[in-house]
Every structure is written in C-alpha cells, then in structure tokens.
T-cell receptor
Framework: EDKVVQSPLSLVVHEGDTVTLNCSYE??????LLWYKQEKKAPTFLFMLTSSGIEKKSGRLSSILDKKELSSILNITATQTGDSAIYLC?????????FGTGTRLKVLA | GAVVSQHPSRVICKSGTSVKIECRSLDFQATTMFWYRQFPKQSLMLMATSNEGSKATYEQGVEKDKFLINHASLTLSTLTVTSAHPEDSSFYIC????????????FGPGTRLLVL
C-alpha cells in the first residue's frame, strides 16, 4: 500500500531557529514529490521535486529529494512567526497524490 | 503559479438539503481535478478523482451517490453533497492538476460546509 510518512508530527521552535522537516515515502510509480504549506485554508504550493540531489530554494526555504533513500527534507532557516503552519508532503503516483499527515510547525516570537 | 477558485467559500445548510460546490481552474485547463475532505487537525483525505468527460473515480468508503461529482469542462468540476447531514460538515478542498513535464497540482481555497 502506498504511504507517505512525515516527521516530526509537530515542532515548536523560536524565531531565528533552523528547522528540518522530513518526508519518506513508499509509492509505486513515483513521479514527483511536492511540498505544501497550509495555514488556515487550503495548502499553497512550495516545491516540486523530481530529481535526486537537486536542491530547490525559495528565500529561506529549501528542499531536496533523495530517491535512493525514498525521502525528502524541507529546510527553513531563520524561522519567523509567519512560518507557523502545517507543512504537507505529497507524492504523485500514477493516478493520484498521496499525502503525509503533515508536520505542524509553531514558531514562537 | 496557477490559480484555482472554489465557490462558495462557506455554506450553512439545513439537514436534508443538497449543496453544490464549484471548482474552477482559472488560467489553465485541467483534465483531472481532485476532491479532498479535511477534518480538523488532520491531513487531506482524497474523496475522488474527477476526469473531464468521464465518471469520477471514488476512493474506498466514499459514497458516490452521496457525493456527486461532475467534470463537464476542462476548467470546471462540481461536487454536490446530496441530502446533507451534520456529519458531512467539513472542509472540502478541490485541486486541479496541470499537465506537461512539470505537472503539479494546485489547490482551491476550500469550502467550509456546516450542516445544521
């Protein structure tokens, strides 16, 4: 059965800290891995990863995929209170996307 | 990035009535759209995959007669919750899948349904 597992489930840090969120997967016919940020409403797209070892960056956020280890990490440096959210990892299989349970990040001022 | 809209953003209805939720891809054509349901503090639960011009594919445990999905055009899919009950109260989110080599999915803003 396809599955995506995220860790940790929740995390509390202080502003300025760096965090690393993990996503591991077992999905047949892997096509891509996506990261989303969800605040109060629907998820917003962060990154799509298809190739191993190539880092994607957007400001203080970066992500990398390791197809050998079937995993990905999402790094956030110099965290801010506005980074508080649920971060969802999803893997695109043949016909649909499989979501992890998410990591709930809280950044304290 | 691509934009997906959902309407209405929130709806309150009486038990026994039907509610229709629209999902539109505004700046791209989506042959495939997905409907998710999200319970408080939980991840997204895929309800069904909607393909333009054909019947939706429902996930196990989702009643197709209760959650009617229509994907009549490349930019519009609708979810109708028929004979709604309080336990149908939830946050419903649609997403649309782009095509091509950089295929990804973009989410609508969601619809909060409250059935009294």
């Amino acid at each position: 059965e396809d599955k995506v597992v995220q860790s940790p489930l929740s995390l509390v840090v202080h502003e300025g800290d760096t965090v690393t969120l993990n996503c591991s997967y077992e999905v047949t016919n892997f096509r891509s891995l996506l990261w989303y940020k969800q605040e109060k409403k629907a998820p917003t797209f962060l990154f799509m990863l298809t190739s191993s070892g190539i880092e994607k960056k957007s400001g203080r956020l970066s992500s990398i995929l390791d197809k050998k280890e079937l995993s990905s990490i999402l790094n956030i440096t110099a965290t801010q209170t506005g980074d508080s959210a649920i971060y969802l990892c999803a893997v695109a299989g043949t016909y649909k996307y499989i979501f992890g349970t998410g990591t709930r990040l809280k950044v304290l001022a | 990035g691509a934009v997906v809209s959902q309407h209405p953003s929130r709806v309150i209805c009486k038990s026994g009535t039907s509610v229709k939720i629209e999902c539109r891809s505004l700046d791209f054509q989506a042959t495939t759209m997905f409907w998710y349901r999200q319970f408080p503090k939980q991840s997204l639960m895929l309800m069904a995959t909607s393909n333009e011009g054909s019947k939706a594919t429902y996930e196990q445990g989702v009643e197709k007669d209760k959650f009617l999905i229509n994907h009549a055009s490349l930019t519009l899919s609708t979810l109708t919750v028929t004979s709604a009950h309080p336990e149908d109260s939830s946050f419903y989110i649609c997403s649309a899948r782009t095509t091509g080599t950089r295929e990804t999915q973009y989410f609508g803003p969601g619809t909060r349904l409250l059935v009294l």
